[in-house]
């Protein structure tokens, strides 16, 4: 079975250019997650959408960030405009509930380095 | 409030030695799951093992085995026989009970460098 999909792998932009990282979650999963990671701050949760629906979006970091799932295949993050301090890997992960649980699997991440 | 700590920064290991990495987790439920994920060089997180606060049963699959302990709070995970592939970040990571939703609560991990 295919994993979670993301892409693209990698993104370098120019500061104030919008960004849009893309997700194919785990067929049959309903949860997916979107997660930032950086040396300094770790792992970061920054949205959780159950059946598509978000649920819990405190972890995003500004209204610069918007996250959508308009179906239970698919999910964008994006960031619009983009400044440099948002370069970091972005990962998404799906899993089969939203029981605790429930195991979260991730997707290879999204390198993004904004100039 | 709840927390998840990984004290060792850095390991470093010559091959075939044995070596053990430790996460002490902070929560106030009394029912929560405990995971530790594999983050290799290429950047992916792998998820190794998931283990619930009722079963404190050590487990062991291959060279890995994992230590839980409620009375100190800690969840260590110890590889066998070390490997140079076993390099890698080891993150350990909790969801509570009561978070209403499987929320990962990670800590900050640990680096592993098996040298051959």
């Known amino acids: 079975d295919a994993g979670v999909i993301q892409s693209p792998r990698h993104e370098v932009t120019e500061m104030g250019q919008e960004v849009t990282l893309r997700c194919k979650p785990i067929s049959g999963h309903n949860s997916l997650f979107w997660y930032r990671q950086t040396m300094m701050r770790g792992l970061e949760l920054l949205i959780y959408f159950n059946n598509n629906v978000p649920i819990d979006d405190s972890g995003m970091p500004e209204d610069r960030f918007s996250a959508k799932m308009p179906n239970a295949s698919f999910s964008t993050l994006k960031i619009q405009p983009s400044e440099p301090r948002d370069s970091a890997v972005y990962f998404c992960?799906?899993?089969?509930?939203?029981?605790?649980?429930?195991?979260?699997?991730f997707g290879p991440g999204t390198r993004l380095t904004v100039l | 409030a709840q927390k998840v700590t990984q004290a060792q920064t850095e390991i470093s290991v010559v091959e075939k030695e044995d070596v053990t990495l430790d996460c002490v987790y902070e929560?106030?439920?009394?029912?929560?799951?405990l995971f530790w994920y594999k983050q290799p060089p290429s950047g992916e997180l792998v998820f190794l093992i998931r283990?619930?606060?009722?079963?404190?049963q050590n487990e062991i699959s291959g060279r890995y085995s994992w230590n839980f302990q409620k009375s100190t709070s800690s969840f260590n995970f110890t590889i066998t026989a070390s490997q140079v592939v076993d390099s890698a970040v080891y993150f350990c990571a909790l969801s509570e009970g009561t978070g209403g939703y499987n929320k990962l609560i990670f800590g900050a991990g640990t680096r592993l460098a098996v040298h051959p």
């Open positions: 283990r619930n606060s009722f079963d404190e």
């Open positions: 929560t106030r439920d009394t029912t929560y799951y």
């Open positions: 992960a799906s899993s089969r509930g939203g029981s605790s649980y429930n195991e979260q699997f």
